[in-house]
């Protein structure tokens, strides 16, 4: 299975943008690259997915690599309620569950 | 409004006795799973399933059954529960399995086993 690598925790100041990133090296072309979020005492809930092209919604933008290697989560300015755990998963196209790795977790400074 | 609902939110139990955890989705989706959460470990999916009366285990199935009658419900059930079954629980769907499909987590059971 694909996996991704991300980093154990970051942080940011509120109202700064902040980029998450993620690896994964063994994507197949058929992968799609998820995010979900995780906030505390919460079960996880979808932030967006992309496989080719960069994706924008009203939470966040991600920004994939053009051999898609790589992708990094945008959250464009940074607020108290966006310190969660962030998942960077990848989803085939095959009969295969999303596995979620540990996740970054991402701290808010006010 | 679409969601998964679980029930009960919060179980304590002793050890040996039978519980089922209730998980209902209002989206017809085919794709339902179970994970469970434990400090340091992350998310580990139980079971899954992909649709009516398919049902496959995910990587931590030892001690649990499921079953999947109706589209809508994937209940859990843990037939004789032990300490190391205490987690929270998660339930999921989704439209179909893996794929752009989004998943919705319902609020999760924290179950503790004494």
């Known amino acids: 299975d694909a996996k991704t690598t991300q980093p154990n925790s970051m942080e940011s100041n509120e109202e700064e943008p902040v980029h998450l990133p993620c690896n994964h090296s063994?994507?197949?072309?058929?992968?799609?690259i998820h995010w979900y979020r995780q906030l505390p005492s919460q079960g996880p809930e979808y932030v967006i997915h992309?496989?080719?092209s960069n994706v924008n919604n009203r939470m966040a933008s991600l920004a994939i690599a053009e051999d898609r290697k790589s992708s990094t989560l945008i959250l464009h300015r940074a607020t108290l309620r966006d310190a969660a755990v962030y998942y960077c998963?990848?989803?085939?196209?095959?009969?295969?569950?999303?596995?979620f790795g540990k996740g970054t977790r991402l701290s808010v400074i006010a | 409004e679409a969601q998964v609902t679980q029930n009960p939110r919060y179980l304590i139990t002793v050890t040996g006795k039978k519980l089922t955890v209730t998980c209902s989705q209002n989206?017809?989706?085919?794709?339902m799973s179970w994970y469970r959460q434990d400090p340091g470990l992350g998310l580990r999916q139980i079971y899954y399933?992909?649709?009516?009366?398919?049902?496959d285990k995910g990587d931590v199935p030892e001690g649990y059954k499921v079953s999947r009658k109706e589209k809508r419900n994937f209940p859990l059930i843990l037939e004789s529960p032990s300490p190391n079954q205490t987690s929270l629980y998660f339930c999921?769907?989704?439209?179909?399995?893996?794929?752009?499909?989004?998943?919705?987590f319902g609020p999760g059971t924290r179950l503790t086993v004494t």
């Open positions: 989206m017809n989706h085919e794709y």
């Open positions: 998963i990848l989803g085939g196209s095959g009969n295969t569950p999303l596995v």
């Open positions: 399933s992909m649709n009516v009366e398919v049902t």
């Open positions: 999921a769907s989704s439209f179909q399995i893996g794929g752009p499909y989004e998943q919705y």
């Open positions: 992309g496989l080719t």
């Open positions: 063994t994507i197949s072309g058929t992968d799609y």
